[in-house]
């Protein structure tokens, strides 16, 4: 009797992981909602996502995967739609750290708390650039035209003002001795929208991810300043300094997270945390990890909330210190 009592325990004990395991899978299509317009580095994340999760060998995921662009509102416009889905685990919201600086300047509509934090998936290190002739060469060419005038230079960023890139534009002003708040800075719905008008020469410097601006690189009429991240790129970017190693100390490090809307269980959680982990570290993804010089750096959704609010006060007392927020 001790032994049949034994057993039954240890299977109560397993029930929950075991509930978890053969639980809760998406049985209707699943909706990735992008903060951008097509092209751009959020939207390449996301189709690569889509494509990832249809193969469906790994993620257990037989329905459709569609991406649906919904720009605007330094993303917040695709967060306000993502919650009016409660509780429905089929629509995820891919969100670059540009919306928590919105959110940190008080200018969303809806804050991680509302949603239901999945998991952060990568870093993406950001480039600056300028027109294959520019007369800016270097890092410190920025920072001299600036302590001259701050209004001397035009930068384009996306996908919102005061988030990571453009704060580490700020930043360059703070070491060249300029109003941050005199910059020219032009904001677009995706990165690829920057370094069009920066080729076209409507633009001095932009700042974006590395493939917003590679194929105009690579046809010569854009050039690679440096990254702005503690250290290089490798590949054929190998060449290209960081902006710390010209003199100028400063990064601007995009991270991008997925979230559900609100109300999702425990269950649908560790299902999307388990499916998107595995995504990221298969062999199928690392061709577009290599071409976009995207870092997997995965949070799972248990540690992701504290992270969240650790990234949102940095945020915060950055902006504050910048004269960027109140």
């Not at 239901?116 to 300028?130: A, G």
């Not at 990254?227 to 970017?237: D, E, F, K, N, Y």
């Not at 400063?250 to 559900?260: D, E, K, L, Q, S």
Request: hydrophobic letters at 40%; charged letters at 20%; aromatic letters at 8%.
């Amino acid at each position: 009797m001790n032994r049949w009592i034994a057993l039954f325990s240890s299977l109560l004990f397993c029930l929950p992981p075991c509930v978890l395991a053969q639980g809760w899978r998406p049985d209707k299509a699943v909706e990735i909602v992008i903060g951008a317009a097509p092209g751009g580095a959020n939207d390449r994340i996301g189709r690569s996502l889509q494509r990832l999760l249809q193969d469906g060998r790994a993620n257990q995921i037989t329905t459709p995967v569609n991406v649906v662009n919904k720009p605007g509102g330094g993303q917040s416009v695709a967060f306000a739609y993502l919650n009016t889905h409660p509780n429905n685990p089929h629509f995820l919201g891919l969100a670059s750290s540009s919306w928590l600086t919105t959110v940190a300047a008080g200018r969303g509509t809806v804050t991680p708390r509302e949603l239901s934090p999945v998991i952060k998936l990568l870093d993406e290190y950001q480039m600056y650039f300028v027109r294959a002739d520019s007369t800016i060469k270097s890092a410190r060419d920025i920072v001299e035209r600036l302590r001259k005038d701050p209004a001397s230079v035009t930068f384009g960023i996306s996908t919102a003002a005061g988030n990571p890139i453009h704060i580490s534009v700020a930043e360059i002003a703070r070491l060249a001795g300029a109003d941050p708040t005199k910059l020219k800075v032009v904001v677009f719905n995706t990165g690829t929208d920057t370094a069009i008008q920066v080729a076209g020469g409507h633009l001095d410097v932009g700042i974006q991810s590395p493939g917003s601006a590679m194929q105009l690189t690579q046809s010569g009429k854009l050039r690679f300043l440096g990254v702005a991240g503690p250290r290089r790129h490798g590949g054929i970017l190998a060449n290209v300094p960081t902006m710390r190693e010209q003199g100028v100390d400063i990064t601007a490090n995009v991270f991008y997270t997925i979230f559900g809307p609100r109300g999702l269980d425990a269950a649908q959680l560790a299902f999307w945390d388990e499916a998107l982990s595995s995504a990221m570290k298969s062999d199928a993804v690392k061709k577009d990890l290599d071409f976009n010089f995207w870092t997997v750096d995965t949070v799972g959704h248990r540690d992701l909330p504290a992270f969240l609010e650790k990234e949102l006060d940095a945020y915060r007392r950055t902006l504050v210190a910048l004269g960027m927020a109140k």
